[in-house]
């Protein structure tokens, strides 16, 4: 049957048919091994710690799991590993030796880059298995680090909670053109913090993702995005803008042939309007799933407050009573749009004198404050890709962890574990 004879509740539905039979448990399973790794670092850092936690444990719990054990990751020999920022990289100083004094490739506080501490991992699969539209192409992955509480710098990154206009189009000192567009439809805005996070860890001079994708040896190349946490949200962001780069023909972005993204525990990363316009770019020949664990306070921020400026945005009109509610919304529209400027100005403070390197291959770079986004407004914030339910255990029994843990629903190992029991 063809499309043109189907509803459009119909023609919504077969999509998420589609997208629905697009995911792949299994791979899930894998990904979140990179979440482990990556975000349960303080926790490996601390044994002590890790010991205290297991004394308030069942017997039962205990016997189940070592306390140590749940925050290792369990790779197997499926995934090669290409770069990880950690340990080949710099830390929080951009030092780029690790025979350097005190430098600690395990040590949160001291291994990652940029004005917000953030680190990824590239890794190739080994089988190159093919997925979907993959069929045949080499496939690889691209795990970003969420918050790690021991990095100040990565915490406060959470704090900027607002939002910036989703598209911004600079130019270098030799007038070249680089857009930076995570999202084309006019009022979509995203969370400051993660959005300009994404830009260090892209185009950062010694330590860019850019650069390294486009030294990928492949002319065609699947590509997965995973994170956790914070982590979940920079991977979402970074979907749309690679996205939107192989769209404009920009970056060499042209060899990702699919690109996919599988998150956990996403805490919002724009308003509704960006989110509409993510389902049309994950439509366009890739998927994105957020796994979330139902009992997962993270999800939930930041929180949504919807005002009648976004009512407006969302169901443009230009009635008289539409005029009149944005008549009355200006005031307090005018008053987050300030403060979310003082706000930006803080994070372009912290990029200090730093150039980014928009294009490693034609070395266009620019100034740090030449890429910032206008300042949004919105505070209409959603979740954005296809969600898949993780059922949490109210009593927090999940083997090797302290149940009163406050935040013990929302670990990489909880979320190991849940997938686990799917």
């Known amino acids: 049957m063809s499309t043109e004879t189907l509803s459009f509740g119909e023609v919504v539905s077969a999509k998420l048919r589609e997208d629905a039979a697009r995911f792949d448990l299994a791979l899930a399973r894998e990904l979140v091994e990179f979440a482990v790794d990556l975000d349960a670092q303080d926790d490996r850092l601390h044994p002590q710690r890790q010991l205290q936690t297991a004394s308030t444990r069942s017997a039962t719990s205990a016997n189940n799991c070592s306390a140590s054990s749940i925050y290792q990751p369990q790779y197997g020999d499926r995934w090669q590993m290409l770069v990880d920022t950690r ?5 929080g100083s951009k030092r780029t030796g690790v025979l350097e004094p005190n430098w600690n490739g395990s040590d949160p506080t001291c291994n990652g880059f940029g004005p917000f501490a953030n680190a990824w991992i ?3 699969d080994t089988r190159s298995f093919a997925r979907s539209a993959g069929a045949g192409l080499p496939a690889f992955v691209v795990a970003i680090r969420g918050t790690v509480f021991s990095s100040r710098p990565s915490v406060l990154e959470d704090v900027f909670a607002n ?3 989703a598209q911004r189009v ?4 030799s007038g070249n053109k680089a857009p930076l567009i995570y999202a084309e439809v006019p009022g979509a805005e995203i969370h400051a913090g993660f959005a300009y996070a994404c830009l ?7 330590f860019g993702l850019i650069r390294a994708l486009q030294a990928l040896p492949q ?5 997965t995005l995973t994170g956790h946490s914070q982590g979940a949200a920079m991977a979402t962001l970074l979907h749309a803008f690679l996205r939107y780069a192989a769209a404009g023909n920009w970056l060499q972005t042209g060899k990702i042939a699919q690109l996919d993204s599988y998150v956990f525990a996403q805490p919002k990363p724009g308003n509704a309007l960006f989110s509409a316009d993510f389902d049309k770019v994950r439509g366009n020949g ?9 009992l997962d306070p993270v999800p939930a921020v930041p929180l949504t407050r919807q005002s009648l400026s976004d009512l407006s945005k969302d169901l443009p009109s230009t009635s008289r009573i539409d005029k009149f509610i944005d008549a009355i919304e200006a005031p307090a529209r005018h008053l987050r749009h300030w403060l979310s400027s003082q706000l930006d100005r803080q994070i372009m403070d912290w990029f200090g004198a730093d150039d980014l390197l928009l294009d490693p291959e034609r070395q266009v770079f620019c100034r740090a404050r030449e ?3 206008s300042a949004g407004s919105s505070r209409n914030y959603t979740m954005a890709g296809l969600l898949v339910s993780l059922i949490g255990n109210p009593a927090g029994a999940y083997p090797g962890q302290n149940p009163n843990d406050p935040f013990v629903q929302h670990h990489a190992p909880t979320y190991r574990e849940l997938l686990g029991r799917v």
């Open 200 to 206: 260090s860890l892209l185009f950062d001079q010694h």
């Open 163 to 165: 939002t910036v206009v």
């Open 286 to 294: 890739g998927s994105s799933f957020v796994l979330n664990n139902t």
């Open 122 to 124: 590239l890794a190739r």
């Open 170 to 173: 600079v130019r270098d000192a």
């Open 371 to 373: 890429c910032k986004f």
């Open 219 to 223: 002319e065609s190349v699947a590509l």
């Open 87 to 91: 340990f080949q990289y710099a830390d």
